[in-house]
């Protein structure tokens, strides 16, 4: 089994993903999490939170279906999977971890699966310390009394 070819598409991938997260965790942070307070004339509060948190959390599952998208084009163009839309579900279950869809690349690719979890691991992991970042940062404060 030729698995270097695996690794020659699966690790170019991974930092291709993970450059297009961080830039996109960086649009989100300008566009979103510093203006919409601004917009919505708040600095903190708890409306602003769940607004705030409510639109980060849908744009960064966005990003990830993109990133998702692109591990699944490399799968149909390397003939590990026949069609766009089952390469996206396993594309899916791979970068999430699930790993329950009845859907498999083609021998020769599987270990491009695996590498496409550990992408995962690393794009959930900005995502989760991007989240922590934005709600400690517009969590409302008490005054002590």
Do not use: C
């Amino acid at each position: 089994m030729a698995w270097s070819n695996n690794w020659a598409w699966g690790l170019p991938l991974i930092v291709l993903t993970v450059l297009f997260h961080a830039f996109g965790l960086v649009l989100i942070r300008d566009e979103v999490v510093t203006k919409l307070p601004l917009i919505l004339r708040a600095r903190r509060s708890s409306v602003v939170l769940v607004i705030v948190a409510a639109v980060t959390v849908l744009l960064l599952a966005l990003l990830h279906a993109a990133e998702a998208s692109a591990w699944a084009a490399a799968y149909v163009a390397l003939s590990a999977r026949p069609d766009f839309a089952s390469a996206m579900l396993y594309s899916l279950s791979a970068m999430t971890g699930y790993g329950h869809a009845n859907v498999y690349l083609a021998e020769a690719w599987q270990l491009m699966g695996a590498i496409e979890a550990l992408a995962g691991m690393l794009l959930f992991g900005l995502s989760t310390a991007f989240l922590v970042v934005v709600l400690r940062g517009h969590w409302p404060v008490r005054e002590h009394q």
